[in-house]
């Protein structure tokens, strides 16, 4: 009888034991799957980080410039806006690898003051960790939380006062058209600039200032929103590249 008990203990040890190693190598592979989603999640907000710089460079030109054609608003020409976006460019094309090309040669261009540029950061891996459920299973709840954090408040507020500068540049634009059906003959952009701007350019160009400035702030906070993330993920999972 003892023997029986023994050798049936025996085996109950061995599934046990057998039961626990499947247990600790699954746990193990589902750690080492997260680990390298936080990781390739951690290098799409590396890649943000970069783009985010750069457009934030983008809007302080584009500030900028908004600001000089205001202080001198009465006197300043077209030809003076393209001296300064030469300077402080922020309109640009996009050429081989996805590397971008800023504008510096200028054909009667009104947009210069009405330019808006997208705002497109990525979010692909983002919304794959959010559908699959893998952002669910980060254990740091502050790291989830400024994750979700820069997806959703960040990048949706930033997203607004792109949207803001959108529409006020649909006014702009559409006061050099309106203004220019207003002749009966051709007329220059330049010319239109230079002798006829008012009041109502004025304002619109005002409230294109403020939301800049905003847009300017919004895109800081989310930059060091990024940053923070990074060191999150660098001090809990492995070191990012």
Request: net charge negative.
């Amino acid at each position: 009888m003892k023997k029986y008990l023994a050798e049936g203990l025996v085996i109950f040890a061995s599934i046990f034991a057998s039961f626990s190693v499947e247990n600790i190598r699954q746990d193990s592979i589902e750690k080492d799957i997260l680990n390298e989603a936080v990781i390739t999640l951690g290098d799409e907000i590396e890649s943000n980080i970069d783009y985010t710089k750069e457009h934030l460079k983008q809007v302080e030109n584009m500030l900028y410039l908004t600001n000089e054609l205001l202080n001198r608003y009465d006197d300043i020409k077209l030809t003076n806006l393209y001296e300064i976006h030469s300077n402080n460019p922020f309109i640009y094309n996009i050429i081989n690898n996805g590397e971008l090309e800023y504008i510096k040669k200028y054909n009667d261009q009104y947009n210069i003051m009405s330019y808006w540029n997208a705002w497109e950061p990525e979010d692909v891996f983002f919304q794959s960790m959010l559908y699959s459920g893998k952002l669910l299973e980060i254990k740091n709840k502050k790291l989830r939380k400024e994750i979700e954090s820069i997806y959703t408040k960040h990048e949706e507020r930033v997203s607004g006062m792109t949207n803001y500068t959108r529409n006020n540049s649909d006014k702009i634009m559409s006061w050099f058209e309106d203004g220019k059906n207003n002749f009966d003959r051709d007329i220059l952009n330049e010319e239109l600039f230079n002798a006829y701007k008012d009041q109502e350019l004025k304002n619109l160009l005002k409230f294109r200032s403020d939301n800049l400035t905003g847009r300017v702030n919004n895109l800081e906070n989310y930059l060091q929103a990024l940053n923070n993330v990074v060191l999150l993920i660098s001090s809990e999972y492995k070191k990012l590249d």
